[in-house]
């Protein structure tokens, strides 16, 4: 999708098959044929694709001298290039000329979007298709010869599979590896196949040219013909191959591996779990190898319509890979031989499904079982490529990172399955069992903190952490830079201190996605929007089973850079797949684009039980004008709200600001109760908990003031402020900048006023400092400035639905004075 302005909006990845051709020397058919004669082949050639296209349920994206094509199923796609390579025989051979194409095939993740309908006018195409799978193919039509349809090794895997669905025609395909390629833009090599039936397919090797070359092995190469230069090179890196052994896969840094369920052949069922999740944890010290995570493997397949619990065995493990894009499947087994246990854990090309390395390790009884993982998941992941240093540095054996005790790591593992199937109820009882086996599990308590932090009770997450912490040592390194970004979160008031907490695990574990969408997070509430969009994209991957979310984020950092068309289609996207979410800012983005009726019908779909949903209809309603309404639903939503925290006290500070654009403030008496409860809880709350409820606090003072309760601000503003100078929070601090604002502009002193707002334009201030700007400076008599302060507020639609602080308290108020700059 894209924006009137055509800019791309972010679509979430899907995978397709994508088939490019060319068509060969149409230059010269041209020339040969006439322009008539060749207006009107190329007529019957549109006529063949659209026939195909209908046949084999291809989308046609781009056509010119070639064709741009999508299909659902890798099988169609060649069953389209072959029957368009007959086609083309048939055409030249009535006009007695020769027609051949050039054709590449790959699947893999494309980004789609469509564009509008001002840019198709223009000469766009209606459907723009990007992402790494397309150049892929487009090197690969390239490469080939006229009539040869070259195919990834991806493709052919899964089109090889299905050939038999063809019948008889499927019966006669050829296929024909021309080994591994080169290709220009490309990071790894890629092995090329052709696919063909008899006497159509050339089923010669590709020629190689500038953008595509042979990956010969050295000794095959012309250059190993200059000896002198071999032995330099070999004399200058024998000492990093003597301590990297070879990986058994075209295996790079940070590729992925789908781990395969246990083949348990003993009588211990709990070595179904254990020995699987004590390999994830064991290959998950690595920084070099990644494991594709429970939680993806199950969205995946999902994805692929089957059973999420469906058993991962060597055929389905190596189709997920497929899909996910992974270079390997470890299959993990154990056996009972001759009076000892013997592990053993399998590499499998998932393309071809075939064994490229085994390791295996034996020991007696069940305390040997840990010890053996090590042993095989160490030289899985030499093989793999990894180097023996960076192994000996990262790695620390199971018992130290994790727990000695088998029982402990199967109700863990046990949890860990609950987890991902959403029962968190079941998951906290079985983490809860692993911590009662072994009061020294970290990462069990770890598992309940987030548990913990999911049901709101922060008070039993804190408590978590520090249990946690208290076996720090039982972490792994990974792990342990999780928990400080966790204590930080939890007990630093400072967002930029925490978003550095998470900036040092990202940057460690690149492929860490949760440490990205918390320091999205992090800088979103610091009023760092541009930072945190860039953060939330990193999270935003295929491999992340959160990247929905993610992609949430990206839309919400969007919408506070005002750029709605492009915050809306993200928001779209998200809700298309989970529409349980994110309804309600779908619908704040639609308000501040003035499409109030659209905005209506979507959050009319928001469940009454979404909190955050009622701040949203509130804001909506200040922003169509209605604030008596805006007003009654405020106090309707805080009779309705019973979640745990400070949520709740968002509503009261609602009200007090549309009463105030009703013109029926409301009584001192109610700010009284509201603040001194506010500063009550800010006072007994710790970390992040006490900024919210201090900024709540603050901005029900500075509603007060705004109500004309002089007094009352006279009185708690010095606590206030007293507080928050203890508390060192920066967005709280600052709204209280401004409440002193106000004081001294109502004095008739708008120089100070003007002096301290104009220290706080840094590009994250409050929406409420420009407020008080132009305010200060229509006191002053500067109408230019006054005006350049409604312009700049003119333009904050989006962010006046965005600033988080005080769990979004202030949100009806900014849109209300948006609302009021654009009356006058």
């Not at 099988?75 to 194409?101: P, W």
């Not at 008889?168 to 696919?195: C, D, I, M, N």
């Not at 600001?657 to 009584?667: D, I, K, Q, V, Y």
């Amino acid at each position: 999708m894209q924006d009137a302005g055509g800019t791309p909006a972010t679509p979430a990845p899907q995978v397709r098959t994508l088939l490019l051709t060319d068509l060969c020397d149409s230059v010269a058919l041209v020339e040969k044929l006439g322009d008539a004669a060749a207006a009107e082949l190329f007529q019957q050639h549109d006529r063949l694709v659209l026939q195909l296209q209908q046949q084999w349920k291809g989308r046609l994206i781009d056509r010119s001298d070639g064709l741009l094509l999508l299909f659902e199923r890798p099988i169609n796609g060649l069953a389209f290039a072959i029957d368009y390579q007959r086609g083309l025989r048939e055409l030249g051979r009535v006009r007695g000329v020769a027609l051949h194409a050039r054709a590449g095939m790959h699947v893999g993740e494309v980004l789609t979007w469509h564009n509008s309908a001002e840019a198709v006018q223009a000469g766009a195409k209606p459907l723009e298709v990007e992402g790494l799978a397309k150049p892929l193919a487009a090197r690969l039509m390239a490469l080939a010869r006229p009539g040869q349809i070259l195919l990834s090794a991806v493709a052919e895997s899964l089109t090889r599979r299905a050939a038999p669905e063809l019948g008889e025609y499927g019966g006669q395909l050829l296929w024909k590896s021309h080994g591994r390629w080169r290709f220009k833009g490309v990071p790894t090599a890629q092995e090329v196949f052709e696919a063909g039936v008899p006497g159509f397919a050339p089923l010669r090797m590709p020629r190689s040219s500038p953008k595509a070359r042979r990956d010969l092995p050295l000794w095959r190469s012309p250059l190993a013909l200059v000896a002198e230069a071999a032995l330099l090179l070999a004399l200058g890196v024998g000492l990093w191959f003597a301590t990297r052994s070879e990986p058994a896969i075209a295996f790079a840094e940070r590729d992925w591996v789908v781990l395969g369920d246990v083949a348990n052949a003993t009588e211990s069922a709990l070595l179904n779990t254990a020995v699987q999740q004590a390999l994830r944890i064991s290959l998950e010290q690595s920084r070099y190898v990644n494991v594709v995570s429970d939680l993806k493997v199950r969205d995946t397949l999902k994805q692929m319509q089957h059973d999420p619990s469906r058993v991962m065995d060597r055929r389905t493990a190596s189709e997920v890979a497929i899909r996910d894009g992974a270079r390997a499947v470890l299959m993990p087994s154990v056996v009972e031989l001759q009076g000892q246990l013997r592990v053993s854990l399998e590499v499998l090309d998932p393309a071809t499904g075939r064994v490229v390395h085994s390791e295996h390790a034996d020991g007696r009884g069940l305390e040997s079982v840990l010890g053996s993982i090590d042993k095989v998941a160490g030289a899985t992941r030499l093989k793999l490529g990894e180097a023996m240093s960076e192994l000996s540095k990262r790695s620390a054996p199971l018992p130290q990172v994790a727990t000695s005790s088998l029982d402990a790591l199967h109700a863990y593992a046990k949890g860990m399955d609950a987890y991902a199937e959403g029962s968190l109820d079941d998951a906290r009882a079985f983490f809860e069992q692993a911590t009662r086996v072994d009061p020294a599990f970290a990462a069990a308590y770890l598992a309940q903190m987030r548990i913990a932090y999911a049901y709101g009770d922060y008070i039993r997450a804190r408590e978590l952490l520090v249990e946690a912490a208290r076996h720090r040592d039982h972490l792994a390194p990974r792990d342990a830079l999780y928990l400080d970004a966790w204590v930080s979160e939890l007990n630093v008031v400072s967002a930029i201190e925490v978003a550095g907490k998470w900036k040092l695990l990202g940057d460690l574990y690149p492929d860490y996605h949760a440490a990205h969408a918390n320091q999205a997070h992090a800088l979103f509430s610091a009023g760092r929007y541009p930072e945190a969009e860039r953060a939330a994209r990193k999270a935003f991957v295929t491999q992340n089973p959160m990247r929905i979310f993610a992609l949430a984020q990206v839309a919400r950092a969007l919408l506070a850079q005002n750029k709605l068309d492009e915050a809306g289609n993200a928001f779209r996207d998200a809700n298309m797949a989970t529409p349980e979410y994110w309804k309600s800012e779908l619908a704040a983005t639609l308000a501040a684009h003035d499409d109030f009726e659209a905005a209506q019908a979507v959050i009319g779909e928001a469940s009454e039980t979404d909190m955050f949903g009622w701040l949203h209809r509130i804001a909506i309603l200040a922003d169509k004008g209605d604030a008596a309404q805006a007003a009654a639903l405020a106090t309707k939503a805080h009779g309705l709200c019973t979640v745990q925290g400070y949520l709740c006290d968002v509503f009261p500070v609602q009200e007090f600001s549309m009463r105030l654009e009703t013109g029926n403030p409301a009584p001192i008496s109610m700010f009284e109760r509201s603040l001194s409860k506010q500063y009550r809880m800010a006072r007994q709350a710790a970390g992040s908990d006490r900024a919210e409820w201090a900024f709540m606090a603050a901005t029900s003072l500075y509603m007060a003031q705004r109500s004309g309760h002089a007094k009352l601000v006279m009185h708690w503003l010095p606590r206030l402020q007293a507080m928050v100078d203890d508390l060192n929070e920066a967005r709280t601090n600052q709204l209280l900048l401004v409440i002193k604002a106000g004081e001294e502009l109502a004095a008739g002193q708008a120089g100070p006023a003007l002096e301290s707002l104009e220290q706080q334009l840094d590009g994250t201030e409050l929406i409420q400092v420009h407020v008080l700007l132009r305010k200060a400076y229509r006191q002053m008599g500067n109408t230019s400035l006054s005006e350049r302060e409604r312009q700049w507020l003119l333009h904050q639609r989006g962010l006046a639905y965005s600033e988080n602080a005080g769990a979004y308290v202030m949100m009806a108020r900014n849109v209300a004075d948006v609302r009021s700059a654009r009356q006058h």
